[in-house]
C-alpha cells in the first residue's frame, strides 16, 4: 500500500469531542481514492460507487500528522476496487480501514465504460526514459 498524502490536523478540522472529526477525513479519503483511480485507469472521469464499512480505529488529535493510503484489490470491467487505510504518520497506529471502495470509469455520456485495465501500474512505468523528470543526482 501507498501512502501517498499527509495531512495536518488543524482547528477547522476537529468535532466538538476535540477530536478529527470524520467528515472531514472521508473528504480526504475519498478524494485520494478518487486521484488515485484516476491515475490507475487514466480518465478523469471516474465516481464513487460504493463504500464498505468505514472502521474509525482510533482518534487523531489537533497537530497530528496523519497519512492516507490506498492500493487497488480488484480490477472489473468497469470499476476499480480499492483498500484503504489512514494511521498517524509518526506512530504509525491506524486510525481508519476501509475495505473495499468501488469506482466507477464512465465515458464522455456518463455512463459506465470499459477501461482495459487489470493491474496497478505505477508513475515510473508509465512514462519513457526521455520524458521522466531529470534525476537532480545526474
Ligand atoms: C456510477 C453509475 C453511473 C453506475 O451505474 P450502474 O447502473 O450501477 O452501472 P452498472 O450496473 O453498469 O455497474 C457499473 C460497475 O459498478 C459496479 N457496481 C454497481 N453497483 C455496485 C455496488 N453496489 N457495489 C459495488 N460495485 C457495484 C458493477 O459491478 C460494475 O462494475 P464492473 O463493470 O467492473 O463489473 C451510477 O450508479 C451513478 O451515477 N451513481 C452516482 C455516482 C456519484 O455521484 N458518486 C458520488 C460523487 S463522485
Redesign the pocket.
Known amino acids: 500500500m501507498n501512502f501517498h498524502t499527509r495531512k495536518w490536523v488543524k482547528p477547522e478540522d476537529l468535532n466538538p469531542n476535540g477530536t478529527l472529526f470524520g467528515g472531514s477525513l472521508l473528504k480526504w479519503v475519498?478524494e485520494e481514492a478518487?486521484i488515485y483511480a484516476i491515475v490507475q485507469l487514466g480518465n478523469q472521469r471516474?465516481?464513487?460507487?460504493?463504500i464498505s464499512e468505514i472502521n474509525f480505529v482510533s482518534s487523531a488529535r489537533q497537530s497530528d500528522i496523519i497519512e492516507l493510503g490506498i492500493t487497488a484489490t480488484e480490477?472489473?470491467?468497469?470499476?476499480?476496487?480499492l483498500r484503504c487505510e489512514v494511521r498517524n504518520k509518526i506512530t504509525r497506529k491506524s486510525l481508519l480501514t476501509i475495505e473495499?471502495m468501488?469506482f466507477?470509469n464512465?465515458g464522455p455520456d456518463?455512463?459506465?465504460a470499459?477501461h482495459g485495465k487489470s493491474e496497478i501500474t505505477y508513475i515510473r512505468d508509465q512514462f519513457k526514459e526521455e520524458d521522466a523528470p531529470l534525476d537532480p543526482a545526474r
Open positions: 475519498d478518487a471516474v465516481v464513487t460507487k460504493f480490477f472489473g470491467r468497469t470499476s476499480i476496487t473495499r468501488v466507477v464512465l456518463g455512463l459506465p470499459p
